[in-house]
Structure formats: structure tokens, C-alpha cells
């Protein structure tokens, strides 16, 4: 079991302030276990075992924001998520994707919150300028490796040498009773024949927006990406029981975005 400890408070990308008659006093802890067990949390979903995927055991907490930018305001709002919060305790531990093709979203960012966070409901709300920057957003906890490994599997360890880095962000939702067999799908080695990605993990939620499973794959250049793109076309022609077919028995919802990195 890794180390515990209380995180200092952390701001994560901003979220609707909370407002009540009476005093609104909540602590919401989150401790992250080599192995999990949230079943009354997780909207009737039972939590799967901490799992070695594609980027490690699942030891640490992430918070995952999702961003759509209002008319006009996507430049100004891609500046705002690239600063960590003035109070954050490892502000260089987040990645901002931003979308070039998929779902509706503009920006992914992924924040490292360590083994154990603190989220206070009195916290100061965002101001109405940052809130005005967005026409919606979703906010999740999920867990997933070791900064360590999220860092090597996303090439930002040494973030000078990826730049030209193609990504593709993946949310999933299981069909009845193929929890565990798509966590299991979604984590086995690549074929190699088909892809060369040169990094990929799977985050798994715990509280908030209504995906199972995130998955972010990373390839060296978009030229890359393309020929595994032709390669991956062909191969469904020759198989039709494993990858995409094999996916689709295992999900009842699932969205694929196509990102460049816009931080750091």
C-alpha cells in the first residue's frame, strides 16, 4: 500500500460553485489503495481491482476536465487551463490536450492529485470572467498510475522531445456485466502489427462525469498515427473477431478524440 498523506488544498480546472440556505459542510476523501473497493459510489457500476495497465498499477488520484470553450473564447480559455493554480502542490503534474477531431469537447486536462486530496465546499468560486471562458465542462476523479509512469506513457517526462506527439483521448462505458473483460481489453500489449503508439494508459473513474474507463495512446508523429490508421483499416478486412469488432462486444458507449498537446 503506497503512502498516505493529506494533500494541501489543490484548485482543479474550476467547477460551479455550490450554494445552499444553511452552511454546507463537506469533506470528500479520497484514498487511493493499491486495490479498490467504491461499489456504493460508482452509479451501480462495482469498482474492477486495481489493474497493471498500460501505465502501471492504479496508485494515484487523477482529476480529469473536460472543456468546451464559448463562442469565441477558445484561444483565451487554452491560455487559462495551460496555468496551474497558484495554491497547487505539484503545479507542473497536468497535461492539456487540446481537440482536432472527434467529440465535442476543446480541451482535456488531466491533473496529478496524488494518493489523497482534500476538496472543501466553502473553497472560493472561480471568478465570472474564467467562467465566462467556458459553454460547459465536466469534472471527474479517476485513478490511474504513479506520475511517474502517466509521465513516461505521455512522453511529458521530457516534454522537448514530443512535441510533434499525436494523441487520441478515449471514454468508454461497458455493456452490462463486461466490466472487468473491456478494463482487461483495453490494457492488453498492442499489436504491433497495427500500432505503434509509444505510450498508452487507462484511468478508471471514480466520481463524476458518466464514462468507466479514459484511455489516452500516444504516437511519436501524425505520420505515425496515419500509417496505423491504413494499416488498422486493412487488418479489419482480413479479422473480424478481435480489435474493433472484439470492442464493440465489450462497450455500450464509447467516443474517440484525436489531440495535440498544448501543455507543457
Known amino acids: ?11 482543479t480546472p474550476p467547477v460551479e460553485p455550490l450554494t445552499s440556505t444553511t452552511k454546507i459542510a463537506m469533506k470528500f ?22 489493474s497493471s495497465t498500460g501505465g502501471g498499477a492504479r496508485t494515484d488520484l487523477y482529476h480529469v476536465h473536460f472543456a468546451n470553450a464559448a463562442t ?5 480559455l487554452g491560455e487559462e487551463l495551460k496555468k496551474p493554480a497558484p495554491d497547487a502542490a505539484m503545479p507542473n503534474h497536468l497535461i492539456v490536450l487540446r481537440h482536432v477531431d472527434g467529440d465535442s469537447w476543446d480541451y482535456c486536462v488531466i491533473t496529478h492529485l496524488g494518493t489523497k486530496v482534500t476538496i472543501e465546499a466553502n473553497r472560493p468560486a472561480p ?7 467556458y459553454a460547459a465542462h465536466t469534472d471527474t476523479f479517476a485513478s490511474g498510475p504513479s506520475w511517474t509512469e502517466f509521465a513516461k506513457q505521455l512522453g511529458i517526462d521530457d516534454a522537448s522531445k514530443t512535441k510533434a ?6 471514454i468508454y462505458r461497458p455493456a452490462a456485466g463486461q466490466r472487468e473483460a473491456l478494463d482487461k481489453f483495453l490494457n492488453e500489449p498492442p499489436d504491433r502489427a497495427t500500432d505503434s503508439s509509444a505510450g498508452r494508459l487507462t484511468l478508471q473513474h471514480m466520481e463524476g462525469a458518466a464514462w468507466t474507463f479514459l484511455s489516452v495512446q500516444r504516437w511519436n508523429s501524425w505520420a505515425d498515427y496515419g500509417k496505423d490508421n491504413i494499416a488498422s483499416v486493412a487488418q479489419m478486412g482480413r479479422n473480424q473477431q478481435g480489435g474493433w469488432f472484439k470492442l464493440r462486444d465489450l462497450v455500450s458507449f464509447h467516443t474517440d478524440t484525436l489531440c495535440d498537446r498544448v501543455a507543457p
Open 72 to 76: 469565441g473564447k477558445a484561444k483565451e
Open 29 to 50: 476523501m479520497i484514498q487511493i489503495l493499491i486495490a479498490i473497493g467504491l461499489t456504493p459510489f460508482v452509479f451501480a457500476q462495482s469498482s474492477s481491482p486495481a
Open 1 to 11: 500500500m503506497p503512502p498516505t498523506f493529506t494533500a494541501p488544498k489543490i484548485q
Open 165 to 170: 506527439a499525436a494523441y487520441v483521448v478515449s
Open 127 to 133: 471568478s465570472s470572467s474564467l467562467m465566462g471562458l
